[in-house]
């Protein structure tokens, strides 16, 4: 069964970089079929795509944060990490890693979540 | 970026009911729109994916139809397990924009 953890810190201050890595297991990432990507959730609210890479390196990313946010992949390691940075308190949100299949693109496998606060 | 639109926001309904939410987008979006279920303190579950397939799992009382720019989410029977904010997405475009939510309770 594919499963996929997210890891990094839950605190971060403004202006910095916020890192997280997505740790894939019971698959490889390097899979011809699926993009892997991010998903945010700021507290109470509803959901933000930020973007998603192919186990090439090839990626693709939401205008909004494109000029803030890396995406990056290590198949020898089978994980993928995003980078945000000189983040806010805007940023502040569960941050969700997952599978997207193919050119359709949905989420079919998701990890579980985590939180990342903005604050000094 | 396309811009999606849910409704209800909100509705209140009872086990044994027939539930139907309505996503709506800003420009036609083909048959690229996915619906997913997610609850409180939990990722979001992909139901329903292309528009109207059912995603392996998914029990069959989750339905979905539409195309170009109107699409629905039926639940045949509302079942205990099933109240929880429902979202649909877009993947016709970049960015891959989600509707604002439909909480069922």
């Known amino acids: 069964q594919l499963q996929l953890q997210e890891s990094g810190p839950g605190l971060v201050k403004p202006s910095e970089t916020l890192s997280l890595t997505c740790t894939v297991s019971g698959g490889t990432i390097s899979s011809v079929s699926y993009y892997w990507g991010w998903i945010r959730q700021p507290p109470g609210k509803g959901l933000e795509w930020i973007g998603i890479i192919y186990y090439s390196g090839s990626s693709h990313y939401n205008p909004s944060l494109k000029s803030r946010v890396t995406i990056s992949v290590d198949t020898s390691k089978n994980q993928f990490s995003l980078k945000l940075s000189s983040v806010t308190a805007a940023d502040t949100a569960v941050y969700y890693c997952g599978r997207t299949f193919g050119d359709s693109n949905y989420f079919d496998y998701w990890g579980q979540g985590t939180l990342v606060t903005v604050s000094s | 970026d396309i811009q999606m639109t849910q409704s209800p926001s909100s509705l209140s309904a009872f086990v044994g009911d027939r539930v139907t939410i309505t996503c709506r987008a800003s420009?036609?979006?083909?048959?690229?729109l996915n619906w997913y279920q997610q609850k409180p303190g939990k990722a979001p579950k992909l139901l329903i994916h292309?528009?109207?397939s059912l995603q392996s799992g998914v029990p069959s009382r989750f339905s979905g139809s539409g195309s170009g720019t109107d699409f629905t989410l039926t639940i045949s029977s509302l079942q205990p397990e099933d109240f929880a904010t429902y979202y649909c997405?877009?993947?016709?475009?970049?960015?891959?924009?989600f509707g604002p939510g439909t909480k069922v309770d």
């Open positions: 292309a528009a109207s």
């Open positions: 997405q877009q993947t016709y475009s970049i960015p891959f924009t």
């Open positions: 420009q036609s979006i083909t048959s690229s």
